[in-house]
């Protein structure tokens, strides 16, 4: 056996000092392997709306119900199923609103018909895992009351009466209320075994930070990075055109709350120059979006600080396009093609109109220059991102929980998409002298990311900063996906022709069953069962979001109330467990309080993507791969042990403590 072999058995045996150590461990592995594997949820394009995320993360996009309705659907009226659903999503706010109605004596009647209800469920959801996984599970208040209750107790005669003590005892020393909370919270980290957010967590609703807290609680989940991301990662790092994009963004939108209570950003200097520069009637193309009520003299306040905002956005990206020829976006670059005193823009061969005549902080000779006033918005800015500590925690998680791409269980996660050649072959992008393709491109973009935030070579942390606003809006770029970002052209332009963005390649043949599996299989995956699973482009009313013959299914389905009116949904989820893959269209969640109230949840359609006839184990899995290799290593160190290669020793305290 060869040194380096031996050296790493030696490692392994500081934890399996014995044979009998190894060997308990190789059993116990060897059973993992034949359990069902974990439900995955997919989750893309929150784009803030905080509650409807907070709602199907809660409800695993119908999980939950589906466990209950398992367990009691021929016992329980559809009432009493919502009641206990309602009672495992918002266990502490549906308590509250129980107890307004009842007396003491009802309210413990119905304590103790409720912790029962939520036992078996908990029993239910828990029997596809080890002991072991279960108890790291529990909470550390009530883990080891809730572990008597849902474990059987085959040593004990009267069982019914034993858990009957258990629970009376809870109710009678005024535990229920922590106890029903944590095993509510219990049922959720069982039924989702893991999380897939395909990206866009941020922008438009004003819940992104809430859900970047959210998800620093959760149990385990991963982030696919999406363009907006992307934007706030660019922001964060000090990238001034992303800065700007970003803050544009919360101004149209209605959501400058993001920035200043989200993260306390300071934008009193953007306001204070916005007021002094324009006036209300200056600023007619840049009415909100706001997708919350506003007061008229803060939306007034708004639109002004919109349009400043962009005017020094379209200085910024022309000076980076200028400083940055390789990303051949020169075409982004046009406040030099405007003539200020005839108020007309030309390129492409033809002259238009401009709508918007008034420009008092642009030299015509020297366009894309910030004046001083703008110089000290944006440093002010570029301080605010970089040294708000929330802001950063959030982005670290984005980074250390986050990818451009991600091959997991045999599928393949991005949010945007895969840059083509017409005929549908891998087209060749290149960045910084450098050409690349398919994955290679991604794994380039994605080192070129952390160098922003990792590099200590200046020259390197900038071009990773720069990479950050070319994802955002590049036609090569793998997360936009259009030949050009027409935003210049909708705010100035009249002629409906220059706003259109024309998407790439990948967008029109993403129904073609062989386009698919040659993506697969660039990234490794040749399995017949492998699936491509992105987000990025909201699916239309009408249109199928299963593509390519099932190889291809996008779940953007409009959680943003903004692309309701299109998609005519409230967000498609996808869940995979142990049977097949399901995917779910989600009606507008109505809020957290008519939810408890009512035990109203959100509406969920779902349909089979693909039914397995055999059912999917661990061993099946990407974590049962990992445990197959393990198992083998035991097993050499089993060998080891009864050649005498490694001596075993005894198990127990070790000395010293």
Not at 21 to 44: Q, Y
Not at 61 to 74: F, M, P
Not at 290 to 313: F, G, N, Y
Request: glycine fraction near 8%; hydrophobic fraction near 35%.
């Amino acid at each position: 056996m060869e040194e380096k072999k031996i050296a790493y058995l030696n490692l392994l045996s500081e934890l399996y000092p014995n044979i009998a150590a190894a060997s308990r461990e190789i059993i116990n592995l060897s059973s993992i392997l034949n359990l069902p594997k974990g439900t995955e949820h997919f989750i893309s394009d929150l784009h803030g709306s905080f509650d409807a995320f907070s709602h199907v993360l809660r409800n695993g996009s119908g999980s939950v119900r589906r466990k209950i309705e398992e367990i009691y659907g021929r016992t329980l009226e559809p009432g009493e199923i919502r009641e206990v659903a309602t009672l495992i999503y918002y266990p502490r706010e549906k308590i509250e609103f129980v107890r307004r109605s009842k007396t003491p004596e009802e309210m413990d009647n119905w304590y103790r018909v409720m912790l029962y209800r939520l036992i078996a469920v908990c029993q239910y959801s828990a029997s596809k895992y080890t002991r072991s996984k279960v108890r790291k599970a529990l909470p550390k208040d009530f883990g080891y009351v809730i572990e008597e209750l849902i474990t059987e107790k085959a040593d004990i005669e009267d069982k019914e009466k034993y858990y009957e003590e258990i629970v009376n005892t809870i109710i009678r020393i005024g535990s229920a209320d922590r106890c029903i909370i944590a095993l509510g919270h219990l049922i959720q980290r069982l039924v989702v075994d893991h999380l897939h957010v395909l990206g866009d967590i941020y922008d438009r609703g004003d819940g992104a930070d809430k859900i970047m807290d959210t998800l620093e609680r959760y149990h385990s989940f991963d982030i696919q990075w999406g363009n907006h991301d992307i934007l706030w990662l660019g922001a964060a790092a000090g990238q001034l055109a992303c800065i700007a994009n970003v803050v544009r963004i919360c101004a149209r939108y209605g959501n400058m709350g993001t920035l200043e209570d989200g993260y306390g950003i300071n934008v009193l200097p953007l306001a204070s120059f916005a007021s002094r520069t324009y006036k209300v009637e200056d600023c007619g193309r840049f009415g909100l979006h706001a997708l919350s009520p506003m007061t008229q003299e803060d939306e007034e306040l708004t639109v002004k600080m919109h349009k400043a905002i962009s005017v020094i956005q379209f200085k910024l990206e022309g000076q980076l396009v200028l400083r940055r020829p390789d990303f051949r976006m020169e075409d982004r670059a046009m406040l030099h093609m405007i003539d200020y005193e005839a108020g007309t823009i030309s390129f492409g061969g033809e002259t238009y109109p401009m709508r918007d005549r008034v420009f008092p902080t642009i030299d015509p000779k020297d366009p894309y220059r910030l004046t001083e006033d703008e110089e000290n918005v944006m440093e002010r800015l570029r301080h605010g991102f970089m040294n708000c500590e929330r802001l950063q925690q959030h982005m670290m998680l984005l980074l250390n929980k986050g990818s451009l791409y991600k091959v997991y269980n045999h599928n393949l996660l991005y949010h945007g998409c895969v840059p083509l050649n017409p005929d549908g072959t891998l087209k060749e992008v290149a960045l910084y002298g450098e050409t690349f393709k398919g994955k290679s491109l991604y794994d380039a973009i994605d080192r070129y990311i952390r160098q922003a935030y990792f590099s200590t070579h200046d020259e390197n942390r900038e071009k990773g900063k720069d990479i950050l606003w070319w994802l955002w809006c590049s036609e090569d770029s793998p997360l936009f996906g259009k030949d050009k970002m027409a935003t210049f052209e909708r705010y100035f332009i009249a002629e409906e022709s220059t706003h259109e963005e024309h998407k790439n390649s990948y967008y029109k043949l993403q129904e073609d069953p062989e386009v698919a599996e040659r993506i697969l299989a660039e990234f490794g995956l040749s399995d017949p069962h492998s699936h491509i699973i992105n987000g990025h482009v909201p699916v239309k009313k009408g249109q199928n979001p299963i593509k390519a013959g099932g190889r291809l299914i996008v779940i953007d389905g409009g959680f943003s109330k903004a692309y309701q009116k299109v998609t005519a949904i409230a967000g498609y989820t996808l869940i995979f467990n142990s049977h097949g893959m399901y995917l779910a269209a989600h009606t507008p969640f109505a809020s957290r309080e008519e939810a408890v109230r009512t035990g109203l949840d959100i509406h969920s359609t779902t349909k089979v993507v693909e039914r397995i006839r055999d059912r999917v184990r661990v061993g099946d899995t990407d974590q049962g791969a990992r445990v197959k290799v393990r198992i083998g290593e035991l097993e050499e160190l089993l060998e080891a042990y009864r050649s005498g290669l490694i001596v075993e020793r005894t198990e127990g305290k070790v000395s010293g403590d």
